[in-house]
């Protein structure tokens, strides 16, 4: 997964990833990441909205 930068910034972005039955949210803002799993892909979505929409995003990607 690629950050997308700007003249060293890093663009926030969420993203849901499912691996192995296990689901994972992405959060990426400011210099830092976050990554969380869930064991219910609802519990992963809920989370991801909730950053979305924390950060101001349009919309979450899923991977």
């Known amino acids: 997964m690629d950050d997308v930068t700007f003249n060293a ?6 993203e849901v990833i499912e691996a192995c039955g296990e689901w994972f949210v ?3 803002e400011d210099d830092q990441e976050l990554t969380r ?3 219910l892909e609802s ?3 809920a989370y991801a909205e909730g ?4 950060l101001g995003l349009a919309d979450f990607k899923r991977l």
């Open 51 to 54: 950053q979305r929409i924390r």
């Open 26 to 28: 992405r959060v990426v």
């Open 9 to 14: 910034w890093v663009c926030p972005c969420v």
């Open 43 to 45: 519990f992963a979505l």
């Open 37 to 39: 799993s869930f064991d």
